[in-house]
C-alpha cells in the first residue's frame, strides 16, 4: 500500500518551476502530499526542507547516482521508481521529519534534453505546510546559493525564486540553477529543484 500522504495526479505540479530548462524532458505524473492531522511547525519544516536539499543536492554536481546511493544509504523509503519521457529516469524517496506529520519527498530525475546534445538532471525536495519565505531564507543561508538572481511572483499567485549554482570555482555556471516554487496555484506542494545541464 502507498503512504497516505501521497496520492497521483496526471499533471506535473512541479513543471512551472522547472519550465525553463525542463522543457527539454517530457515529463508526466507527479507526487502530492495530503495534509495530515498533525504537522511539524513550518518554521521547522522549511528549516528540514533546506538542510535535506543542501545535503543531498548541493555538496557537489548532483547525478542520478549519486543521489541514489546517499538516499539508499539513509535507508529512505523508495516511494517510486520509474522511466519517463524520452529515456528519462526519475526516482523519489519519503524522508521522516517526525511521527504523524507527512514526510519529505526527495527526487532525482535524469534524462536526455531533446537534441541530444546535454544531459539534464533534476535533484528535488517537495514539500509541504512549509513557509515559502522560510525556504528561501533557508536556501539563502547555504554559501552556495546566497543571494537570489531573480524573484516573480506569478499573476495568479505563486512565487518563483532563482539561484545561479556554484560548483567548485567562484564563477556561477548559467548550467546550473536552483528553483524555489511555492503558493502555485492549484498545488499544495512547495518545491526545490537543482536543475543541471551537462554536455552529453
Known amino acids: 500500500m502507498r503512504p497516505r500522504y501521497f496520492a497521483k495526479e496526471n499533471h506535473d505540479m512541479r513543471a512551472s518551476a522547472r519550465r525553463a530548462v525542463l522543457s527539454a ?12 492531522a498533525s504537522a511539524a511547525p513550518s518554521s521547522g519544516r522549511s528549516r528540514f526542507a533546506g538542510a535535506l536539499f543542501g545535503k543531498s543536492c548541493l555538496q557537489a554536481p548532483p547525478t542520478f547516482a549519486s543521489v541514489d546511493r546517499a538516499a539508499s544509504s539513509a535507508g529512505y523509503q523508495v516511494f517510486q521508481n520509474r522511466m519517463i519521457g524520452a529515456g528519462a529516469h526519475q526516482k523519489e524517496w519519503l524522508v521522516p521529519i517526525m511521527p504523524k506529520a507527512a514526510p519529505l519527498l526527495l527526487s532525482v530525475i535524469s534524462g536526455p534534453s531533446r537534441n541530444g546534445a546535454s544531459n539534464i538532471t533534476v535533484c528535488g ?15 539563502s543561508a547555504n554559501p552556495r546559493l546566497g543571494r537570489p538572481r531573480k524573484i516573480i511572483a506569478g499573476p495568479h499567485g505563486g512565487t518563483q525564486i532563482y539561484w545561479p549554482v556554484a560548483f567548485g570555482g567562484a564563477t556561477k555556471s548559467p548550467d546550473a540553477q536552483v528553483v524555489l516554487a511555492y503558493g502555485l496555484p492549484g498545488t499544495q506542494l512547495d518545491q526545490i529543484d537543482l536543475i543541471l545541464q551537462t554536455p552529453q
Open 25 to 36: 524532458i517530457v515529463l508526466t505524473g507527479a507526487a502530492v502530499i495530503l495534509p495530515t
Open 125 to 139: 525536495v517537495s514539500v509541504l505546510g512549509a513557509s515559502g519565505p522560510g525556504l528561501q531564507q533557508a536556501l
